[in-house]
């Protein structure tokens, strides 16, 4: 069966801090990883990864990906309260938009 | 990008009554999804919404539940039907643009249902 999971499922920080988020997945035909912030009620999106050990950026947000580990990471830097969200990876698992959610990472940024 | 709106944002309904959602999106897609998102728990997808055929039912989702309605490239509606305490919940449509390597998948402001 296919499987996403996320780690950590929570985490708390301080203003200015930096973390990392962690996705992996087990899962057949595998065609694509995306990241989600979700703060209210819609998942807004981040970034979509197809290729292994290409960085995406944006702004103090990066993403990259490594296929041989089957596994993601979502690196925010000099982290502020407005980030506090969840933030949540996906799997596009065959060539059909399907997507299968990870558990999400609850951050939560403090002053 | 897409521009996606639901209607309506949010609803309270009454137990054994159905509600319906719809999806609109700003420009043509091919590909449309309805998901859940129970309390607490990660999206789950619904169904594919497919335009001029009947969708395509995730495992543990059904048509006479879940009836989804997909007239154009443009708009959807799922209907929640016979509603229980259990299917309170945020419902998203979500529309994928992309090529055929990959897809970009957006979503919309959800429709948060609370049955009481």
């Known amino acids: 069966e296919d499987k996403v999971v996320q780690s950590p499922l929570s985490l708390v920080v301080h203003e200015g801090d930096t973390v990392t988020l962690n996705c992996s997945y087990e899962?057949?035909?595998?065609?694509?990883l995306l990241w989600y912030k979700q703060e209210k009620k819609a998942p807004t999106f981040l970034f979509m990864l197809t290729s292994s050990g290409i960085e995406k950026k944006s702004g103090r947000l990066s993403s990259i990906l490594d296929k041989k580990e089957l596994s993601s990471i979502l690196n925010i830097t000099a982290t502020q309260t407005g980030d506090s969200a969840i933030y949540l990876c996906a799997v596009e698992a065959s060539n059909t938009g399907k997507l299968i959610f990870g558990q999400g990472t609850t951050l939560q940024v403090k002053p | 990008s897409a521009v996606i709106s639901q209607k309506p944002s949010r609803d309270i309904c009454q137990r054994g009554t159905s509600l319906t959602i719809q999806c609109q999106v700003d420009?043509?897609?091919?590909?449309m999804f309805w998901y859940r998102q129970q309390p607490g728990q990660s999206l789950t997808l619904i169904a594919t919404a497919n335009q001029g055929s009947e969708a395509t039912y995730e495992s543990g989702f059904v048509i006479d539940k879940f009836p989804i309605s997909r007239p154009n490239l443009t708009f959807s509606t799922l209907t929640v039907s016979n509603m229980s305490p259990e299917d309170s919940s945020i419902y998203l449509c979500s529309v994928a643009r992309g090529t055929g390597a990959s897809y970009e998948q957006y979503f919309g402001p959800g429709t948060r249902l609370t049955v009481t």
């Open positions: 899962v057949t035909n595998f065609r694509s």
């Open positions: 420009s043509q897609v091919t590909m």
